[in-house]
């Protein structure tokens, strides 16, 4: 995958857990464009976080972003079952390229 | 409520051609980008190409050489035809409605997708 996200995670109930992606200058350094999904099995993604930090209307504040340099990150506070799902970032990569998605993170709610 | 629908064949031969429509219901098909984007067996998601209510389209340059997207107002539907497939295009295919935030458009509405299988 163009984005680089650990293949799993895992948290206990009521933790927190961090989820990072890492791309290039060319994609998540050079755009603010990096948005985050999240996806039940059997589902279809959902759209978590947009613009780095932000979250559409009925996203809990639990779920966070970040970004540094070519390096975006998804924290989950207070580690719920519901949030045992894969998560997937994604970013803007320019006129010739498009949109990039990451491999995908499993997180695991112990 | 945005509904999206896939529909198309389940199974394509290898080498032939991969034809989807993604039915819109519960709001206007002008305006707005609409993608494909597609899901590999136990893999991540791999954009498409989107297309504009105008007509204006952008594909992924990896599949661009045999990727058409289309969009119909008039049916509002739009559609995703890849030719020359391989068991390598086998995956869960997503229709996608843009949400624009910010001045970019995310995926922010998605059909519930459809295998598609290229075997012979």
């Known amino acids: 995958s163009a984005l680089t996200q650990p293949p799993s995670a895992s948290g206990s109930p009521a933790q927190s857990v961090t989820i990072s992606c890492t791309g290039t200058?060319?994609?998540?350094?050079?755009?603010?464009?990096v948005s985050w999904y999240q996806q039940h099995p059997g589902k279809a993604p959902k759209l978590i976080i947009y613009?780095?930090?932000k979250r559409p209307s009925g996203v809990p504040d639990r779920f966070s972003g970040s970004k540094s340099g070519n390096r975006a990150s998804l924290t989950v506070s207070g580690l719920q079952a519901e949030d045992e799902a894969d998560y997937y970032c994604?970013?803007?990569?320019?006129?010739?390229?498009?949109?990039?998605f990451g491999g995908g993170t499993k997180l695991t709610v112990l | 409520q945005v509904q999206l629908q896939e529909s198309g064949p389940g199974l394509v031969k290898p080498s032939g051609t991969l034809s989807l429509t993604c039915a819109v219901s519960?709001?206007?098909?002008?305006?707005?980008?609409w993608s494909w984007v597609r899901q590999s067996p136990g893999q991540g998601l791999e954009w498409i190409g989107e297309?504009?209510?105008?007509?204006?389209?952008n594909y992924n340059p990896s599949l661009e050489s045999r990727v058409t997207i289309s969009i119909d107002e008039s049916k509002k539907h739009f559609s995703l035809n890849l030719k020359s497939v391989t068991a390598a295009d086998t995956a869960v295919y997503f229709c996608?409605?843009?949400?624009?935030?910010?001045?970019?458009?995310?995926?922010?509405?998605w059909g519930q997708g459809t295998l598609v299988t290229v075997s012979s």
């Open positions: 996608t409605r843009g949400v624009e935030y910010g001045g970019y458009d995310y995926f922010g509405y």
């Open positions: 519960g709001d206007s098909i002008s305006s707005n980008w």
């Open positions: 297309i504009y209510h105008s007509g204006s389209a």
């Open positions: 200058s060319s994609d998540v350094g050079a755009y603010k464009y």
């Open positions: 613009e780095v930090d």
């Open positions: 994604s970013s803007y990569a320019g006129s010739d390229n498009g949109v990039f």
